[in-house]
């Protein structure tokens, strides 16, 4: 089998008193757009501290490309943007792409000056942009100069903490552009997050993260069919309430003929109901990765308390 892009073992890291991660166990594999979900504090940027060896594990470990992540032939397959973005205000855009670019390994050939320009396109910097000194840019403007700089070597892995962070619309289409492309070459992509629209956007396998332990760990259509959905119906005939009170369908409102459902589990038997009455109008709309996520983590919630 090939070897997991990333493989997590017990990963663990306490800040005295405080749990940063606990017990970790993660695999991701070679082309992967991954998920990794959870609100502020919840231990998503230490994880990618891990990752990265900018902190040492209390206990546990952490593989990337089957290597520790401390090696160098490791590091330099790696595109990060940290979600705290500090650059060199004093560089102009363009000097400082070429400075990070600059900092790979001795032997490894400088990023193409045509796929920097590409990406560039793509992100809508301009010359006049990347001219200018970084210390004059808007939030906005240096998240797009990170985003250049952690694609324009192509890396193999892409760790991007909250990466569209002061985008506007426009801009964030074209990130999730770029990581669904990476993601059809074969490349790889960790995208923290806590915007969950972006990661339904973009990612096939989610994990949930709930105060530095992982909570949940499958794929992002599996999460949505296993919440609850709902379903809008106008009858021809007054809504039979009765016989709509099944097992996992409960009544949101009603008027009249017109019923909202809330359901969960199988349909057979809702539709079987269904059939028996003249049906005028039905919606049945999936949920959202947003709506599966807060459905799970209320549940969790009640879990832990």
């Known amino acids: 089998m090939a070897t997991p892009v990333i ?15 606990e017990g970790l166990d993660l695999i991701i594999e070679r082309g992967e757009v991954f998920g990794f979900l959870g609100p502020n504090g919840a231990g998503k ?43 060199d205000e004093r ?16 032997g490894r050939a400088p990023a193409d000056p ?20 970084i210390r004059e840019d808007s939030r906005g403007t240096k998240q797009r100069i990170g985003l250049v700089s952690a694609f324009q070597h192509n890396p193999d892995l892409l760790i991007l ?3 569209t962070t002061g985008l506007d619309p426009l801009v964030r289409e074209s990130v999730f552009e770029l990581l669904a492309k990476a993601g059809q070459d074969g490349r790889t992509v960790f995208h923290s997050s806590h915007v969950l629209s972006e990661v339904d956007r973009t990612c096939t ?19 949505r069919r296993r919440a609850k959905r709902k379903m809008t119906v106008r009858f021809g005939v007054p809504a039979p309430l009765t016989e709509l009170s099944l097992p996992g369908v409960s009544v949101v409102s009603a008027d009249g003929s017109d019923v909202e459902l809330r359901v969960s589990g199988e349909l057979d038997p809702l539709l079987r109901v269904l059939a028996r009455y003249p049906v005028k109008d039905l919606a049945f709309r ?10 799970y983590y209320r549940g969790n919630q009640v879990e832990d308390a």
């Open 45 to 87: 940027t230490t994880t990618i501290k891990l990752l990265l060896d900018l902190i040492a594990p209390t206990r546990g470990e952490v593989l990337v490309f089957g290597r520790s992540p401390r090696d160098p032939a490791t590091r330099q397959a790696i595109g990060y943007l940290p979600g705290e973005l500090s650059l």
């Open 205 to 223: 396998r989610v994990a949930v993260l709930h105060a530095g332990r992982l909570r949940a760990l499958e794929r992002v259509d599996e999460m």
């Open 7 to 21: 493989e997590a073992r017990d990963l663990t890291k306490h800040y005295g008193a405080t749990v940063g991660v």
């Open 286 to 295: 999936e949920p959202s990765l947003e709506e599966a996520f807060v459905q």
């Open 114 to 133: 045509k796929c920097r320009a590409a990406l560039c396109e793509r992100l809508y910097l301009t010359a006049a942009d990347l001219a200018r000194p």
């Open 161 to 163: 903490d909250e990466p």
């Open 91 to 106: 560089f102009t855009g363009k000097r400082m792409l070429e400075f990070l670019d600059s900092l790979r390994p001795a």
